[in-house]
T-cell receptor, first 111, second 111 residues
Framework: DGGITQSPKYLFRKEGQNVTLSCEQN?????MYWYRQDPGQGLRLIYY???????QKGDIAEGYSVSREKKESFPLTVTSAQKNPTAFYLC??????????FGEGSRLTVL | LAKTTQPISMDSYEGQEVNITCSHN???????ITWYQQFPSQGPRFIIQ???TKVTNEVASLFIPADRKSSTLSLPRVSLSDTAVYYC????????????FGPGTRLSVLP
């Protein structure tokens, strides 16, 4: 079935470590996004990419990095520069009509 | 970017019709209105999208008055499984990165 696959579902990190969250889609969508969600809050945009080899910062990009080497893949790295990384991370892609398809999310906890 | 305002929470009973209103006074000409549903620890799921008047699909209806400064998501005969957070987004569908997820409306369906 077509969709967005995120991994891992749960991830624990020690302070000072970088971690990479995987996001793969087989929907043939050009645009992909990374969001962060904190408890009881809406989603905040971290990075987005409208085409391969191009990406732009969202509202809260500091401490994060991305790459878009393939249309299907948009991994997010949470670096040690991100001071409060514990959160629920969501990856999405969108159709040409602006409909967003989300993955199941990755929950990152800093120990 | 069009700002939206929704009630923070709503309660309903099984079998009732639920209407959630979203205010978007500064909606632009090219903006569409899109609603998403999110269950705990899952990514949001697209419900419905519209530009004007009324749109209906198998799960919901969306009512948009002529001035487009507000919209109402209507869920017919809700069940316990409709307990979720509902987000109203307003934006140009050609610029998905501009869709802003606010805190949404937390709907609780009671038996």
């Amino acid at each position: 079935d077509g969709g967005i696959t995120q991994s891992p579902k749960y991830l624990f990190r020690k302070e000072g470590q970088n971690v990479t969250l995987s996001c793969e889609q087989n929907l043939n969508h050009d645009a992909m996004y990374w969001y962060r969600q904190d408890p009881g809050q809406g989603l905040r945009l971290i990075y987005y990419s409208q085409i391969v080899n191009d990406f732009q910062k969202g509202d809260i990009a500091e401490g994060y990095s991305v790459s878009r080497e393939k249309k299907e893949s948009f991994p997010l790295t949470v670096t040690s520069a991100q001071k409060n990384p514990t959160a629920f991370y969501l990856c999405a892609s969108s159709t040409l009509k602006g409909e967003l398809f989300f993955g199941e999310g990755s929950r990152l906890t800093v120990l | 970017l069009a700002k939206t305002t929704q009630p923070i929470s709503m309660d309903s009973y099984e079998g009732q019709e639920v209407n959630i209103t979203c205010s978007h006074n500064n909606i632009a000409t090219n903006d569409y209105i899109t609603w998403y549903q999110q269950f705990p620890s899952q990514g949001p799921r697209f419900i419905i999208q519209g530009y004007k008047t009324k749109v209906t699909n198998e799960v919901a209806s969306l009512f948009i008055p002529a001035d487009r400064k507000s919209s109402t998501l209507s869920l017919p005969r809700v069940s316990l499984s409709d307990t979720a957070v509902y987000y109203c987004l307003v934006g140009d569908i050609d610029y998905g990165q501009n869709f802003v997820f606010g805190p949404g409306t937390r709907l609780s369906v009671l038996p």
